[in-house]
């Protein structure tokens, strides 16, 4: 986690993010959960249970798996090829640009590391006119 004084991230910022990015719709899914999208794509939805993610002591399905899109293949496997850290994937998605995350889990990343994973998420779906206004308003730092 970041050391420049940010805290650890909540279940709550991540709906708070995904709603601050311009030109956000929510939809719901089944058990009403959120679907966050842009131009009817989405970058970020909290998923059913499911049999591909399952607890490997239990059997038990995940409850709690957001998904969030990637800009790539490669993105997604720097994220997920530590497997201490709170991002994986099953072979449900392979090939899918996103990667999951338990919701049990958020708080292993600081706030500002899911803002940048939930701007990117945005920015994978977003056309390209608006990707581009936004960069020229929030140029990378660097």
Not at 53 to 63: F, I, K, L
Not at 76 to 90: C, I, W
Request: no cysteine.
């Amino acid at each position: 986690m970041s050391t420049r004084g940010d805290r650890p991230a909540r279940v709550e910022d991540v709906h708070a993010l995904a709603l601050s990015m311009p030109h956000v719709t929510v939809d719901t899914g089944t058990a009403d959960n959120p679907i966050y999208q842009v131009g009817r794509k989405s970058f970020v939805f909290f998923r059913n249970p499911r049999p591909d993610a399952t607890d490997p002591e239990t059997g038990e399905r995940y409850d709690d798996v957001i998904v969030v899109w990637v800009g790539s293949e490669a993105d997604k496997q720097a994220m997920v090829q530590d497997e201490a850290s709170p991002y994986f994937t099953t072979p449900h998605f392979g090939g899918h640009p996103s990667v999951l995350v338990r919701a049990s889990r958020i708080g292993e990343i600081s706030r500002q590391e899911l803002a940048e994973i939930v701007q990117d998420a945005w920015l994978s779906q977003a056309s390209r006119r608006r990707a581009d206004a936004w960069l020229r308003d929030h140029p990378p730092p660097g």
